[in-house]
């Protein structure tokens, strides 16, 4: 290793910051030590390591030129908040105004969306919904307080992705909030981390058992041409429901149409219930139809 990367080294080491959660842990473990050379053995022994694994990453990173570009402007990671796995649905984050969503960035298995403040790293994730969804295996990520999105989150390319097919844009009736959804090529588990100082969203992934093959079957809408309209009848299919339904989403179907599902089942039958329950609590003018899926499968483009 060259002297000027040593120095380069000593100095970023030099101006590292220690998080107040750590200030506050030493200052009660002196207090209860029964031997202050013990404790100052222990605390050398620490930063040894925390100056040891600085300098393997710097030097990992310094003979991959190829990562350490992929790294540049990407936002140093705050202060982990929560990391929950997900079971259908988790929400966080605080209420917030006027963030921007983004920039986007994704490595084989972790998505990050920050969020900006005008032209600073804002400090506290907004309000967020993440809920997964079967028939395609996705997500839909809900944030609110939110007022703009970064080029790099509008049409992310995930092509060859190991675990993630596509990842777009839905609608959601609200000036003040975004929804995304990421559809899989396979079946995920998912961790959720939330970070703040500089605030972020991390969507982390990982391989899950194959489920049942079995097909279901989708009480859906046609295809729209606009988002904007199938964000309405998203909304009549809510209201019809008393704003009960889980199972109502917003998916872009395999010709770039959209559609509003109000549930999947098991049977035509239950399907067809379903639908004539819709009917009767007020979507008589709304046409519904029932399509047969795949667990992989992309929503058909359904025309009256």
């Given at each position: 290793m060259s002297q000027s990367t040593k120095d380069t080294l000593r100095q970023a080491f030099d101006h590292i910051t220690v998080a107040p959660e750590l200030d506050n842990t030493i200052r009660r473990s002196i207090a209860r030590a029964s031997s202050r050379r013990r404790l100052q053995g222990v605390l050398k022994k620490s930063l040894l390591s925390v100056?040891?694994?600085?300098?393997?990453?710097?030097?990992?990173?310094?003979?991959?030129?190829?990562?350490?570009?992929?790294?540049?402007?990407?936002?140093?990671?705050?202060?982990?908040?929560?990391?929950?796995?997900?079971?259908?649905?988790?929400?966080?984050?605080?209420?917030?105004?006027?963030?921007?969503?983004?920039?986007?960035?994704?490595?084989?298995?972790?998505?990050?969306?920050?969020?900006?403040?005008?032209?600073?790293?804002?400090?506290?994730?907004?309000?967020?919904?993440?809920?997964?969804?079967?028939?395609?295996?996705s997500l839909i990520v809900e944030v609110h307080g939110v007022r703009g999105l970064h080029p790099s989150a509008i049409n992310p390319n995930f092509a060859g992705h190991a675990y993630i097919k596509e990842m777009y844009r839905s609608v959601i009736l609200d000036d003040s909030a975004l929804r995304f959804v990421i559809v899989f090529n396979q079946p995920v588990e998912t961790v959720v981390r939330e970070l703040t100082s500089p605030a972020a969203l991390q969507i982390v992934l990982s391989a899950a058992p194959s489920p049942s093959a079995a097909s279901v079957y989708a009480v859906r809408t046609y295809s729209q041409t606009s988002r904007g309209s199938a964000g309405e009848l998203e909304e009549n299919i809510r209201a019809a429901l008393e704003w009960q339904g889980e199972g109502v989403r917003i998916l872009r179907d395999a010709q770039g149409g959209y559609m509003a599902e109000a549930g999947l089942f098991a049977t035509e039958t239950a399907a067809q219930e379903f639908v004539t329950k819709l009917r009767a609590a007020g979507l008589g003018d709304t046409a519904l139809t029932i399509e047969r899926r795949g667990p992989n499968d992309i929503p058909l483009h359904l025309r009256p």
């Amino acid at each position: 290793m060259s002297q000027s990367t040593k120095d380069t080294l000593r100095q970023a080491f030099d101006h590292i910051t220690v998080a107040p959660e750590l200030d506050n842990t030493i200052r009660r473990s002196i207090a209860r030590a029964s031997s202050r050379r013990r404790l100052q053995g222990v605390l050398k022994k620490s930063l040894l390591s925390v100056a040891a694994a600085f300098l393997i990453f710097a030097v990992g990173v310094n003979s991959l030129p190829a990562l350490g570009n992929t790294m540049e402007g990407i936002p140093v990671l705050g202060r982990l908040v929560s990391a929950l796995r997900l079971d259908r649905m988790e929400t966080g984050g605080q209420i917030t105004d006027g963030l921007h969503v983004g920039p986007l960035t994704f490595s084989r298995d972790t998505i990050t969306l920050n969020f900006t403040t005008g032209n600073s790293l804002a400090e506290t994730a907004p309000w967020y919904k993440v809920t997964e969804h079967t028939h395609p295996s996705s997500l839909i990520v809900e944030v609110h307080g939110v007022r703009g999105l970064h080029p790099s989150a509008i049409n992310p390319n995930f092509a060859g992705h190991a675990y993630i097919k596509e990842m777009y844009r839905s609608v959601i009736l609200d000036d003040s909030a975004l929804r995304f959804v990421i559809v899989f090529n396979q079946p995920v588990e998912t961790v959720v981390r939330e970070l703040t100082s500089p605030a972020a969203l991390q969507i982390v992934l990982s391989a899950a058992p194959s489920p049942s093959a079995a097909s279901v079957y989708a009480v859906r809408t046609y295809s729209q041409t606009s988002r904007g309209s199938a964000g309405e009848l998203e909304e009549n299919i809510r209201a019809a429901l008393e704003w009960q339904g889980e199972g109502v989403r917003i998916l872009r179907d395999a010709q770039g149409g959209y559609m509003a599902e109000a549930g999947l089942f098991a049977t035509e039958t239950a399907a067809q219930e379903f639908v004539t329950k819709l009917r009767a609590a007020g979507l008589g003018d709304t046409a519904l139809t029932i399509e047969r899926r795949g667990p992989n499968d992309i929503p058909l483009h359904l025309r009256p």
